[in-house]
Every structure is written in C-alpha cells, then in structure tokens.
Antibody
Framework: EVQLVESGGGLAQPGRSLTLSCSAS????????MFWVRQAPGKGLEWVSA????????GYADSVQGRFIVSRDNSKNSLYLQMNSLRPEDTALYYC??????????????WGQGTLVSVSS | QSALTQPRSVSGSPGQSVTISCTGS?????????VFWYQQHPGKAPKLMVF???KRPSGVPDRFSGSKSGNTASLTISGLLTEDEADYYC??????????FGGGTKLTVL
C-alpha cells in the first residue's frame, strides 16, 4: 500500500525557515517524480514544486521560486521542501504527492494527508 | 503561471449529467496532453479522477470522463450520485517542469 507521510509543519515567523519532509513507502520511490502542492485555508490547490525521479529536474511556482528548495534522498525514500524567507501568504496545508511516472506528466495518483504551515508574527 | 479558469460552482440532480470546464491557453491546456482532474471532499486529500486529458485511474467509475478542445478541457460526470458532491480541480502542465491548477469548482448534487 502506497503511503506518504508529511512532517515538519508548524508555526514560523515571517522571514524564518522551515523544512518539510515526506516519508514514502509501499512503492519504489526512486522510480517516481514527486510533487508538493499546497492549499491555503478555505482556498484552492496550488502547485508548489516538483522533482524528477533522480532529482535531476526540478520546478517551482513563481510564488516560491528563489525561496523554496525541493530535494529528495532516494536511499531514505524521502522528499523534502526547504522553505526560506517565509511569508504570511505561505500559510497552507502542504501535501506531498506521487506522480504516476518518473518525470511528472502522468498525474498525482497518491497524496499524503498534509502538514500545516502557519506563518505569523 | 496563471491559474486555469473554472466556474466557481455547478449543480445537478441525481442521475443527471454535469460538465465542468477548465479554460487555459496554448501555454498550458492547449499545449499539453498533461491535463488532469482531481476531486476533493471536505477535509480530505485530493483524488485523481482523470489523467492525460481522458484516461481514468483504476477504480474511478466510467461516469467520469475527460476531454479537451483547443485551450479548454472538460470533465463530464454522468449519472450523478450524492457522493459526487465535492470540489473539482483541473490541472495542466504549463511549461518546462511547471504545472498549474484551476481555481476549483464546487459541485452540488441537489
């Protein structure tokens, strides 16, 4: 059974940093592209970042480009999102999701339950 | 990375059909077959309903069907059930390793 478990969320002050983690199990992690998607309270889904199966290709939304860094450790079956220079508008539930293929063009077939990030002074 | 445009809400009665549109541009929906639809019930994680414009993951009923014409994708749900009441989001590749979501559509089954 595919499982994705996010962690690392919490309360952070504007300008500070947080690192989210996503622990994966139930599939061959190194074969699949992985995504971060967020949802602000009461709002819609927003794509944040994606990383290919081997970490060689990464993409970011304009809203986080230059502030967030996505990475993965295939030996640990883990995905990460380092979030720097946090802003109040980064407040959201952050989902980790698994693509159906290695490069990220076949849809997010599995999702975690999310980890909540709140940015406030 | 402009969000894709969806109607804020649609409604239908049990047994009827509804169609949700998703309008983008040649830079996203019109330029890629990587177009997806997700269903989200309140308090739950999204669920993939359609991928690559019109394919259904295993377990998704064939009442859900996707299509695309030009820069607009559509999700049609036939034989509406009360359990179909949820938020629906379209998504598309929007460039070299970038993606975009629509604003979401609330489906009410009357």
């Amino acid at each position: 059974e595919v499982q994705l478990v996010e962690s690392g969320g919490g309360l952070a002050q504007p300008g500070r940093s947080l690192t989210l983690s996503c622990s994966a199990s139930g599939f061959t992690f190194e074969d699949y592209a992985m995504f971060w998607v967020r949802q602000a309270p009461g709002k819609g889904l927003e794509w944040v970042s994606a990383i290919s199966w081997n970490g060689g290709t990464k993409g970011y939304a304009d809203s986080v480009q230059g502030r967030f860094i996505v990475s993965r450790d295939n030996s640990k079956n883990s995905l990460y999102l380092q979030m720097n220079s946090l802003r109040p508008e980064d407040t959201a539930l952050y989902y980790c999701a698994k693509d159906g293929g290695g490069v990220g063009a076949t849809g997010l077939h599995y999702w975690g339950q999310g980890t909540l990030v709140s940015v406030s002074s | 990375q402009s969000a894709l445009t969806q109607p804020r809400s649609v409604s239908g009665s049990p047994g009827q059909s509804v169609t949700i549109s998703c309008t983008g541009s040649s830079s996203n929906v019109g330029g890629y077959n990587a177009v997806f639809w997700y269903q989200q019930h309140p308090g739950k994680a999204p669920k993939l309903m359609v991928f690559e414009v019109s394919k259904r993951p295993s377990g998704v009923p064939d009442r859900f069907s996707g299509s695309k014409s030009g820069n607009t994708a559509s999700l049609t749900i036939s034989g509406l059930l009360t359990e179909d009441e949820a938020d629906y989001y379209c998504s598309s590749q929007a460039g070299a390793y970038t993606w975009v979501f629509g604003g979401g559509t609330k489906l009410t089954v009357l």
